[in-house]
T-cell receptor
Framework: DAGVIQSPRHEVTEMGQEVTLRCKPI?????LFWYRQTMMRGLELLIY????????DSGMPEDRFSAKMPNASFSTLKIQPSEPRDSAVYFC????????????FGSGTQLSVL | RKEVEQDPGPFNVPEGATVAFNCTYS??????FFWYRQDCRKEPKLLMS???SGNEDGRFTAQLNRASQYISLLIRDSKLSDSATYLC????????????FGAGTRLAVHP
């Protein structure tokens, strides 16, 4: 079975540009999570969805960040406009449901904003 | 107090050694706990779950002390392949699995 699939693996962009990160969760998983990882702050939960509905977006740093899940097999995390401090590894993860705590992570997107 | 705190390490140990990591958490209502392993430049992967007082899986033992609000991970007979960062994970209460990750403890096993 395919795991969580993220694209792109690497993204280099200039400050001010729009960045869109993509995620395909494991088929049958009903919960999806976006995390950001930096050396300074570790893994931070940005937002999570259950059955395509955003449940908690309190971790989204500011209005420049937005996330959508139009259907059960696809989610996007958008940053507009991007800033150098957004540089990090962004992970998408999925789990079977809201009370299943085993997360399966994608390989992540390494974002560099110059 | 941070929600989840870990000693960042690094722990440098020789092959065959026994090493233990501790993790403290602030939410006394948490019922289940996890250790994830993250290799360099890779995604985190679940290593062990801890639902009661402890759990053992081969060379790995996780123990929970609810009174003191800490969990530990013990690795016996360390292998070179155990070199990684170990993340302590605690779910917040509220019906949804909002997992809080610790900053991680780095382990380096040398020959």
């Amino acid at each position: 079975d395919a795991g969580v699939i993220q694209s792109p693996r690497h993204e280099v962009t200039e400050m001010g540009q729009e960045v869109t990160l993509r995620c395909k969760p494991i088929s049958g998983h009903n919960s999806l999570f976006w995390y950001r990882q930096t050396m300074m702050r570790g893994l931070e939960l940005l937002i999570y969805f259950n059955n395509n509905v955003p449940i908690d977006d309190s971790g989204m740093p500011e209005d420049r960040f937005s996330a959508k899940m139009p259907n059960a097999s696809f989610s996007t995390l958008k940053i507009q406009p991007s800033e150098p401090r957004d540089s990090a590894v962004y992970f998408c993860a999925s789990s079977l449901g809201p009370t299943n705590e085993k997360l399966f992570f994608g390989s992540g997107t390494q974002l560099s904003v110059l | 107090r941070k929600e989840v705190e870990q000693d960042p390490g690094p722990f440098n140990v020789p092959e065959g050694a026994t090493v233990a990591f501790n993790c403290t958490y602030s939410n006394s209502a948490s019922q289940s706990f996890f250790w994830y392993r993250q290799d360099c430049r890779k995604e985190p992967k679940l290593l062990m779950s801890v639902y009661s007082s402890g759990n053992e899986d081969g060379r790995f033992t996780a123990q929970l002390n609810r009174a003191s609000q800490y969990i530990s991970l013990l690795i016996r007979d360390s292998k070179l392949s155990d070199s990684a960062t170990y993340l302590c994970v605690v779910p917040l209460s509220g019906g949804y699995n909002k997992l809080i990750f610790g900053a991680g403890t780095r382990l380096a096993v040398h020959p």
